[in-house]
T-cell receptor, first 113, second 115 residues
């Protein structure tokens, strides 16, 4: 069964460092998403991406965040200068269309120290 | 704007008992509604969804949910809990008129099943 894969599963980084979280969406999907879940809180939408551009982003997704689909298979989330409050589980998701279900990866747990 | 409220952050049931996890939503347009499950150290897995048509939807692992527009609810039920059902459950909504699949999640309900 096709699945969304995310690497790494756990990333520890020092405050102020740049991190790149990687995702391989399901191959025939066209829409890609990043969500995050701070420990003990709800899953929050960060950004959606379609046709090589951001289609929607939340207020959380400020200038320190960026997304890219560098090679037609990977979908990355970059945080330029990490803060302690960026510590969270980051989920990538993909869907074939906007009205079909999104499939989620297993998440990357980011810990900023 | 849309929102989701899950009543009860933690629900505990005995094995074999009825599971009822509550979800209420608000949406300015007809919603698409979802329940996702998150097992420990795993990602989000879709249990079931309502888009249009029959308001009682059946999902995986014996779960079902009923969309009640008059009550703006989409409660999740399972007649008989199993130990393997212990997980966190998230209700989510999208705006069916939207151009993106932007899910708005509830805060989640942790289900524990006692032997």
């Amino acid at each position: 069964e096709p699945e969304v894969t995310q690497t790494p599963s756990h990333q520890v980084t020092q405050m102020g460092q740049e991190v790149i979280l990687r995702c391989v969406p399901i191959s025939n999907h066209l829409y890609f998403y990043w969500y995050r879940q701070i420990l003990g809180q709800k899953v929050e939408f960060l950004v959606s991406f379609y046709n090589n551009e951001i289609s929607e982003k939340s207020e959380i997704f400020d200038d320190q965040f960026s997304v890219e689909r560098p090679d037609g298979s990977n979908f990355t989330l970059k945080i330029r200068s990490t803060k302690l409050e960026d510590s969270a589980m980051y989920f990538c998701a993909s869907s074939q269309h906007t009205n079909t279900e999104a499939f989620f990866g297993q998440g990357t747990r980011l810990t900023v120290v | 704007a849309q929102s989701v409220t899950q009543l009860g952050s933690h629900v505990s049931v005995s094995e074999g008992a009825l599971v009822l996890l509550r979800c209420n939503y608000s949406s300015s347009v007809p919603p698409y509604l979802f329940w996702y499950v998150q097992y420990p150290n795993q990602g989000l897995q879709l249990l079931l969804k309502y888009t249009t048509g029959a308001t009682l939807v059946k999902g995986i692992n014996g779960f079902e949910a009923e969309f009640k527009k008059s009550e703006t609810s989409f409660h999740l039920t399972k007649p008989s809990a199993h130990m393997s059902d212990a997980a966190e459950y998230f209700c989510a909504v999208i705006n069916s008129g939207g151009s993106n699949y932007k899910l708005t999640f509830g805060k989640g309900t942790l289900l524990t099943v006692n032997p």
